[in-house]
């Protein structure tokens, strides 16, 4: 028994964030941004706008796009570096906000690879039989952790959320088929990308903790340098296992962490630089939320057929990092 995506939703926030508006407040260039990182516009959320605003209405379209209604849903899962609060969950509140019943939900904390760690969750329980549908969300407001001193961060980080709709299918061959996960990750490396204080290790009560704390921190050279291969690698332990050829891929959706990357990622994998699907220019890094607005992206613009197979692979703080594979259903992303 298994899982297929019925049904895909996103929020993008109004505001748009271009490269002129970051080289009038940091030390940096539209060309310095475009060229290491591919980047043009991302969005930001406006003041106030939390984390659970954007993966409410994610989660409403995802319900549209696979013409379901609350009461079908029976499990909630949310991957997000930046939830509404420490304590408690973000996702039981949204669940409640999107009208669902009294189901599971929980969060998912994985970084940039959150939307594939959730998307095992998800697939993991309607496996289990505990559920029949769950909606599995991506959802981030990295502007409310950016260091305002950090140029680098600045940069790169965007704001969004998507959403998919997972359900139960009897048949493997069936169009949205999630046939594997790859999971996998490092602590040893967990200094890399991470909020110092906060948690148990450094508390937020003042005089523990600086300023710059609280702010989300990355060591972008060195994440730089393994983050291909640790997808690469993920991926084609994924392909081995399921018995795809490799150019029988269609499109590999990676976390959009940067364009360098998603080029380098497809070299790797030794496959044409068109089968990326790239929409960082428009959104940034959207750490949990990167896939499925990646995802949607292609869809809308015509580059999805139903039954491509499609390579979803990412990786991020922890380290962690994941890839999925599945065939693309026939959906429409609301
Ligand atoms: O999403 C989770 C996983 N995250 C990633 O995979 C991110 C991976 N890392 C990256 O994408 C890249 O490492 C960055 C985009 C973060 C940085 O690009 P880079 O090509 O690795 O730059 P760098 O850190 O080697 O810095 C090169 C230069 C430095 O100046 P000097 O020392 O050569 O004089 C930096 O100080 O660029 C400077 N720099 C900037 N200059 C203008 C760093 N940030 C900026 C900036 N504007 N925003």
Not at 35 to 50: F, K, M, N
Not at 210 to 239: C, I, P, W
Not at 270 to 289: K, Q, Y
Request: hydrophobic content about 40%; proline content about 4%; overall charge negative.
């Amino acid at each position: 028994m298994a899982s297929a995506v019925i049904g895909l939703g996103t929020y993008l926030p109004l505001r748009r964030v271009t490269n002129e508006e970051l080289a009038d407040r940091f030390d940096t260039s539209d060309e310095w941004i475009s060229t290491r990182t591919g980047i043009h516009t991302r969005r930001w959320a406006d003041t106030g706008q939390a984390t659970s605003d954007l993966a409410v209405t994610a989660g409403e379209r995802a319900l549209k796009s696979a013409g379901l209604t609350p009461d079908d849903i029976d499990a909630v899962v949310l991957a997000t570096t930046t939830p509404d609060h420490p304590c408690p969950a973000t996702a039981p509140a949204v669940a409640s906000r999107l009208g669902l019943r009294t189901i599971a939900a929980y969060d998912i904390s994985a970084v940039c690879s959150g939307f594939l760690y959730a998307l095992a969750a998800g697939h993991g329980q309607i496996a289990a039989k505990n559920a029949q549908r769950v909606l599995v969300i991506g959802a981030e407001t990295y502007s409310t952790i950016l260091n305002p001193a950090d140029r680098t961060t600045n940069v790169i980080f965007g704001d969004g959320a998507g959403a998919i709709v997972l359900a139960e299918h009897t048949r493997k061959d069936q169009e949205g088929s999630i046939l594997g996960v790859d999971l996998g990750s490092d602590g040893s490396q967990q200094d890399l990308i991470r909020i110092p204080a906060g948690g148990s290790r450094q508390r937020a009560t003042p005089g523990d903790a600086t300023e710059e704390d609280h702010y989300f921190a990355m060591q972008g050279k060195a994440v730089f340098r393994q983050a291909v291969t640790r997808m690469g690698d993920s991926a084609n332990s994924l392909l081995q296992r399921i018995g795809w050829d490799k150019d029988s891929v269609n499109h590999i959706v990676g976390h959009q962490a940067n364009v360098r990357i998603l080029k380098a990622l497809a070299d790797y994998l030794e496959l044409p630089h068109e089968r990326a699907v790239i929409n960082i220019d428009r959104v940034g890094n959207t750490s949990a939320a990167s896939i499925p607005l990646a995802l949607a992206d292609a869809a809308h613009a015509g580059r999805l057929k139903p039954g491509d197979r499609i390579l979803m692979t990412a990786f991020g703080g922890g380290l962690t990092w994941a890839s999925a594979a599945i065939t693309w259903p026939s959906i429409t992303p609301v």
